[in-house]
T-cell receptor, first 113, second 111 residues
Framework: DTGVSQNPRHKITKRGQNVTFRCDPI?????LYWYRQTLGQGPEFLTY????????KSRLLSDRFSAERPKGSFSTLEIQRTEQGDSAMYLC???????????FGQGTRLTVV | KQEVTQIPAALSVPEGENLVLNCSFT??????LQWFRQDPGKGLTSLLL?????REQTSGRLNASLDKSSGRSTLYIAASQPGDSATYLC??????????FGEGTQLTVNP
């Protein structure tokens, strides 16, 4: 097992475009999380899934953001009509079950120009 | 609302020193606390997880302690090496669904 995998690693997009990121969690981990991190700050929670069910969303997740986890495997995070303020590192994490260690991927660095 | 603070924000030490990083949190009703390491432009690497019922965890040169009642945790790094240079983040889990992170301590170990 190679850990949590995120693609792409870097994405540069023009303001107003849509972007989609993918996260492949550690196999058999049924909990998957998305976080956003801006420079010099700690990661901030966006949303989490238990299997295919999206159980919680942060108020940071505006209606331009949508996340899915079909069949409880990989997950995608889509941002529509990107804004410069969306520029950040988007981190995905997974854990085996509640209250166990969370493992993070390498992140996707989004730059909106 | 849970808030996590890490002190100091930055630390520079000579190689070989023992050092302590501090983390405090405002709501003591936590399930666990996790320490992470982050290299520039990279993701997070889990270092240690302390459950709320535990007082400390050790892994190699790292030792993390937890005092839940006072809302504090420390990460002790023994015999620091240049390869330890990174940002260290602590995070607490209070709801069973999310981690709340501090802003991190940027550590530089000078050869």
């Amino acid at each position: 097992d190679t850990g949590v995998s995120q693609n792409p690693r870097h994405k540069i997009t023009k303001r107003g475009q849509n972007v989609t990121f993918r996260c492949d969690p550690i196999s058999e981990h049924n909990r998957l999380y998305w976080y956003r991190q801006t420079l010099g700050q700690g990661p901030e929670f966006l949303t989490y899934f238990q299997n295919e069910a999206q159980l919680e969303k942060s108020r940071l997740l505006s209606d331009r953001f949508s996340a899915e986890r079909p069949k409880g495997s990989f997950s995608t995070l889509e941002i529509q009509r990107t804004e410069q303020g969306d520029s950040a590192m988007y981190l995905c994490a997974s854990s085996l079950r509640i209250l166990t260690e969370a493992f993070f991927g390498q992140g996707t660095r989004l730059t909106v120009v | 609302k849970q808030e996590v603070t890490q002190i100091p924000a930055a630390l520079s030490v000579p190689e070989g020193e023992n050092l302590v990083l501090n983390c405090s949190f405002t709501d003591s009703a936590i399930y666990n606390l996790q320490w992470f390491r982050q290299d520039p432009g990279k993701g997070l690497t889990s270092l240690l997880l302390i459950q709320s019922s535990q007082r400390e965890q050790t892994s190699g040169r790292l030792n993390a302690s937890l005092d839940k009642s006072s809302g504090r945790s420390t990460l002790y790094i023994a015999a620091s090496q240049p390869g330890d240079s990174a940002t260290y983040l602590c995070a607490v889990e209070t709801s069973g669904s999310r981690l709340t992170f501090g802003e991190g301590t940027q550590l530089t170990v000078n050869p």
